[in-house]
């Protein structure tokens, strides 16, 4: 069970709340495979192509012409994000260029009318379940080809003085509505309802965007309703413009835990659609450290990536997983079921907690002694995780320990790890306590 305080969300949520035991779970898993998936994966330069280009829908046909995924194996997905110890995955069924990797009733937009011709979601979703993994859907809330999206500030059609006289945004609700009803009855049991996102308030360069959209625009609180009644344990997040279950920050490490339930989403080269150019790749070790920030704040990591237009993952991101995998597969007790401890960690280290086990998840490996304040006395044992090797401890007693050749003085209550020189060969080295 996660240890420490229990932050309340910040203001009263317009949804039914959660249930206790869907949240509990979600705690429990730490850490899911975000994909990005969809026709941007050909264009292979960002999921935003469309409207970075200004590209018109006839110049975006090209990919929906070509979309033929013929590598596609979605065990072999499901098989490196369990190898990589994540828990559950959030796909996105359509993202913000309208098209549907599913074969929907209320479009031809889908993959169905594309040379694959048949449904993605399905197979996707079963493999992921079948390796034990949740199972979450992301659902572009903003539509750049249905034609009663009405143009606005983000849309590639968007042009000062745009008419939207031909777009009624109700046909669009009824669409958007209908789709999240489709998604949440056709594939068993849904664990999370991930909507983006939402900016009727945003402001670039001093400038509201010009027709942003938001919980009017989306009919949020009927949408909400109507997962919650379709799917009473999908966790709904934050991005409908009404309080959600939980808060999605963006490609940052927030300094200080949110309030309330969180999950950090973070891509592996700063782009969440398959870039081929991109070769901004964080490595392992910092994708751990993140992993291991986001868990001492009682946050999850949502990790991306995006798969190519021939349905595979590339190989550096299979590689990178592997990394992840290597260290999860030794340290995964300081993870999953962990959250927050009241200890105070010393500069450079994490704590996690798990019931009466603190790890020290060490992120810059000193000489020999690690000083841990406030730990005297209520250690047992102590051992490196990754080998179950004993770390002996000592508390330094200033009477015997000052002068030139000892520790010196340090805080009473200061326990101190004896640690060997050489630091572990894992991404993090981490040690449990016996509290
Ligand atoms: C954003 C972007 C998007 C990405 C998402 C993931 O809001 O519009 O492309 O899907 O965040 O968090």
């Known amino acids: 069970m996660p240890h420490g ?24 898993q730490r850490f899911g495979l975000f994909i990005h998936w969809g026709l941007y994966a050909l264009a292979a330069r960002h999921e ?36 990589a110890g994540m828990r ?9 260029d309208g098209f549907c990797l599913w074969d929907s009733a209320l479009t031809d937009y889908s993959v169905a009318h594309t040379p694959h011709g048949k449904d993605l979601v399905g197979p996707i979703v079963e493999a992921f379940r079948a390796r034990g993994l949740g199972v979450g859907f992301y659902h572009s809330l903003i539509d750049w080809h249905h034609p009663h999206f009405p143009i ?17 945004i109700e046909i669009y609700q009824s669409y958007l509505h209908g789709q999240v009803e489709e998604l949440l009855t056709r594939y068993g049991r849904i664990d999370t309802m991930w909507f983006d996102f939402s900016y009727s308030t945003r402001v670039r360069n001093g400038q509201l965007t010009p027709g942003g959209k938001g919980a009017a625009d989306w009919r949020s609180e009927e949408l909400a309703a109507l997962v919650r009644r379709l799917q009473p344990d999908a966790m709904i997040n934050n991005r409908l413009e009404i309080p959600g279950d939980f808060v999605t920050p963006e490609q940052f490490q927030p300094p200080a835990p949110p309030a309330g339930v969180w999950e950090a989403c973070q ?20 994708l751990v450290r993140m992993l291991v920030d986001t868990v001492s704040k009682n946050g999850n990591l949502l990790l991306n990536v995006g798969p190519n237009g021939r349905g595979a993952f590339d190989p550096r991101a299979l590689e990178t997983l592997r990394g992840i995998g290597e260290w999860t597969r030794l340290h995964g007790r300081s993870i999953y079921g962990a959250g927050p401890s009241t200890y105070e960690a010393p500069p450079d280290c994490r704590y996690t907690q798990r019931g009466d086990r603190l790890y020290v998840h060490v992120f810059a490996w000193p000489y020999r002694h690690l000083h841990l304040p406030g730990l005297a006395g209520k250690v047992r044992y102590a051992q490196l995780l990754n080998d179950a090797s004993e770390i002996r401890t000592l508390v330094p007693d200033p009477a015997r320990d000052s002068g030139h050749t000892k520790l010196g003085a340090l805080p009473p209550g200061t326990l101190t790890l004896q640690l060997p020189v050489q630091r572990p060969d894992v991404a993090v080295p981490v040690i449990e306590l016996f509290l």
Request: charged share 30%; proline share 8%.
């Open 5 to 28: 305080p229990e932050q309340e969300p910040s203001s009263t949520p317009a949804i039914h709340p959660i249930s206790a035991t869907r949240l509990a779970e979600f705690r429990e």
């Open 48 to 83: 935003w192509v469309k409207q970075r280009e200004r590209l018109t829908d006839a110049q975006y046909q090209p990919y929906f012409d070509n979309f033929d995924p013929d590598l596609f194996d979605p065990d072999a997905w499901a098989r490196a994000a369990s190898d």
């Open 267 to 286: 891509t592996l080269n700063g782009s969440w659609g398959y870039d081929r150019d991109n070769l901004d790749y964080k490595p392992v070790d910092l």
């Open 88 to 96: 559950y995955m959030v796909l996105t069924t359509k993202h913000h």
């Open 152 to 168: 606005d500030g983000l849309h590639p059609a968007y042009a000062e003085g745009v008419s939207n006289d031909d777009r009624n």
